[in-house]
């Protein structure tokens, strides 16, 4: 047995020479097999988590669709990052973010729900989020230009075709052809005007379902005197004056949810635009089968498109919005409102005014994730979904 020697104050030869069978013992042979496990072999596939992975709405594909003139898809999602149009608070231009971010625990898989009885990821349809069209902060005339040129860029690409042989948009175009339809991520209100022109040229004067504490359709100038200029005639509370002056909506189109104060006259230049009225309080007189029916009955078998902002729902469960009113509905009932209007002609959907700058804990932005996922079923279903209960009537009890 090699015995070493005692350590001096400087190392010796001795103990050096000591040490060197204790060093090569550690050592690997050259022909031993050192294999290093991969992650995939090991772990199988880089799944991003809910909290990671790259920004797109419910992990989706994403393609910038703009650039990318081979990305078909059925549905597209596409952010509006626009809010130089409002008259309140800014800040909406962080919506499609926020939105997004909201979706982080949404996936195409595990998405089938009780309430609609079936998974949108599911259907057949090709869904891509799109990315953000890159919208002018400068300049307000620019910016709703580059809005429409990109809708119009997407809304004449020609569809996917894996709807399992669905064409809901053909029989409602004016050139026979059917046409993808576009989930838009706002953005101020002020998107819908380009949007809406964009629509025209396919489609000609679509019907509005617009969910709103506010009316949108005030005559320029009657609250602002200083809108003496073209372009400051356009903003958040004004587009709907401007596309009925524009030919682009019908006398078909209804609000929900009003509950804003305004001039009594508003109600009659509201009425000449073409629009009827349900305010948040009618759920309570009518009921949300009566609120259904008659935006249903309202709009009818006319080319749709439905506006949705995020200041109908009560701040008190989406606080993150520019113009927030007291007295919204909850997250529960709109919901339900959009189950119940699955199998209508829509053409387009939006949701707009998401500002998460005021929001607490995210639950603006994961309202508003959910409703985009609601538009997905909505578009999709052929009608709305059956009630999981049969509802006895008194009489069947007597």
């Not at 400087?10 to 013992?25: A, D, E, H, K, T």
């Not at 259904?292 to 078998?301: A, E, P, Y």
Request: hydrophobic share 35%; aromatic share 8%.
């Amino acid at each position: 047995m090699l015995r070493c020697p005692s350590l001096p104050v400087r190392l010796s030869v001795s103990f050096v020479l000591c040490l060197l069978p204790l060093v090569f013992s550690h050592q690997t042979p050259l022909d031993q097999d050192t294999k290093i496990p991969t992650w995939q072999s090991k772990y199988g596939p880089q799944r991003d988590q809910p909290f990671s992975g790259p920004l797109s709405f419910a992990h989706l594909p994403y393609s910038r669709c703009l650039d990318d003139e081979g990305a078909s898809f059925d549905i597209a999602l596409l952010g509006l990052p626009f809010d130089t149009g409002v008259t309140y608070r800014p800040g909406a231009r962080f919506g499609p973010y926020a939105i997004r971010s909201g979706s982080r625990r949404i996936r195409e898989g595990p998405s089938y729900t009780i309430s609609w009885g079936s998974n949108p990821f599911a259907q057949g349809a090709k869904i891509l989020d799109c990315g953000d069209v890159p919208v002018s902060p400068f300049d307000n005339a620019l910016a709703v230009d580059q809005i429409e040129v990109a809708y119009s860029t997407l809304l004449n690409r020609t569809p996917a075709g894996t709807s399992k042989g669905k064409e809901p948009t053909r029989a409602l175009s004016k050139d026979g052809l059917e046409h993808p339809r576009i989930v838009s991520l706002g953005g101020d209100h002020t998107i819908v005007l380009p949007i809406l022109r964009s629509l025209h040229k396919v489609y000609g004067p679509v019907s509005v379902i617009h969910f709103d504490a506010h009316l949108d359709t005030w005559k320029p100038g009657a609250r602002y005197p200083d809108q003496s200029t073209e372009q400051s005639r356009l903003t958040h509370g004004t587009f709907f004056y401007l596309a009925q002056e524009e030919g682009l909506i019908a006398n078909t189109s209804i609000h929900a949810g009003i509950r804003c104060r305004m001039d009594e006259t508003d109600l009659e230049n509201d009425r000449e635009v073409g629009f009827q009225l349900i305010s948040s309080d009618d759920i309570d007189d009518l009921g949300i089968s009566e609120v259904i029916r008659r935006i249903r009955s309202r709009v009818d078998t006319n080319p749709v498109y439905l506006s949705l902002d995020i200041d109908v729902i009560d701040p008190g469960l989406a606080p993150a919005t520019g113009t927030p009113e007291a007295g919204g509905w909850t997250t529960r009932e709109l919901k339900r409102i959009l189950r119940g209007l699955a199998g209508l002609n829509f053409v387009g959907v939006d949701i707009v005014e998401v500002a998460p700058a005021y929001d607490n804990a995210d639950i603006t932005g994961m309202a508003a994730a959910d409703f985009v996922v609601d538009f997905l079923s909505m578009l999709l279903a052929e009608r709305p979904p059956a009630s999981r209960w049969k509802v006895r009537k008194a009489s069947d009890e007597l």
